[in-house]
């Protein structure tokens, strides 16, 4: 599985917009990108997932440029409750027959 | 949809006690489970895979015969710490996939997670 690297912190404050880059030098071919969200004593959250390009919903946008060697997870106008772990995570083709390998993610603080 | 639930969500127990933690899938099949660990300030840890009428598979270092995986039926997983220890104290995560043919997705859903904390 391709190794992601990320920032291990980042602070902003409410009502800005949060881009989170996420190295991963090494994806395959078949793999795809997926940002997951996790509040302290919780399961992590699915935000968004991508091939190339760009992908947009309700919550994010993921960039992916053409060499899909990184991509950057924005978040728009982040409020207090969007203080949390953010996980990029690349994987292979197939329908998550495979367990996940999760880095250390990135701590994203909000403050007021 | 794509709920993932477990039960307990936390549990305190004696040590050398043994604990079920539940994991259930409540509006899809799940024929793949997973089960992750975490410790406080780290990040998941990928224990087993469960598969639904056949044996787990475990990553290395994780001991098959002190956390017994059952995967009886399509939407229902168990996990068991046996003669569970303080070291044996984390948060203990399900998660399942939704069986998705041929769109090259990999997105797994996670349940609430489980606290175990052995005394």
């Known amino acids: 599985l391709a190794k992601t690297t990320q920032p291990i912190s980042m602070d902003s404050y409410e009502g800005q917009e949060v881009n989170i880059t996420c190295s991963h030098n090494?994806?395959?071919?078949?793999?795809?990108i997926t940002w997951y969200q996790q509040f302290p004593s919780q399961g992590p959250r699915f935000i968004i997932q991508?091939?190339?390009t760009k992908v947009t919903n309700e919550v994010a946008s993921l960039f992916i440029p053409a060499d899909r060697k990184s991509s950057t997870l924005s978040l728009p106008r982040v409020s207090l409750s969007d203080t949390a772990v953010y996980y990029c995570?690349?994987?292979?083709?197939?329908?998550?027959?495979?367990?996940?390998?999760f880095g250390k993610g990135t701590h994203l603080i909000i403050q007021p | 949809g794509a709920v993932v639930s477990q039960h307990p969500s936390w549990v305190i127990c004696k040590s050398g006690t043994s604990v079920k933690i539940e994991c259930r899938s409540l509006?899809?099949?799940?024929?793949?489970m997973f089960w992750y660990r975490q410790f406080p300030k780290q990040s998941l840890m990928l224990m087993a895979t469960?598969?639904?009428?056949?044996?787990?598979?475990?990553e290395q270092g994780v001991e098959k015969d002190k956390f017994l995986i059952n995967h009886a039926s399509l939407t229902l997983s168990t996990l068991t710490v046996t003669s569970a220890h303080p070291e044996d104290s984390s948060f203990y995560i399900c998660?399942?996939?939704?069986?998705?043919?041929?769109?090259?997705?990999?997105?797994?859903?996670f349940g609430p997670g489980t606290r175990l904390t052995v005394l």
């Open positions: 998660s399942a996939t939704i069986p998705v043919i041929d769109r090259g997705e990999n997105t797994q859903y």
């Open positions: 090494n994806i395959a071919t078949n793999d795809y």
């Open positions: 991508g091939y190339k």
């Open positions: 995570l690349v994987g292979p083709k197939g329908g998550g027959a495979d367990g996940l390998t």
């Open positions: 509006d899809f099949q799940a024929t793949t």
């Open positions: 469960s598969n639904e009428g056949s044996k787990a598979t475990y």
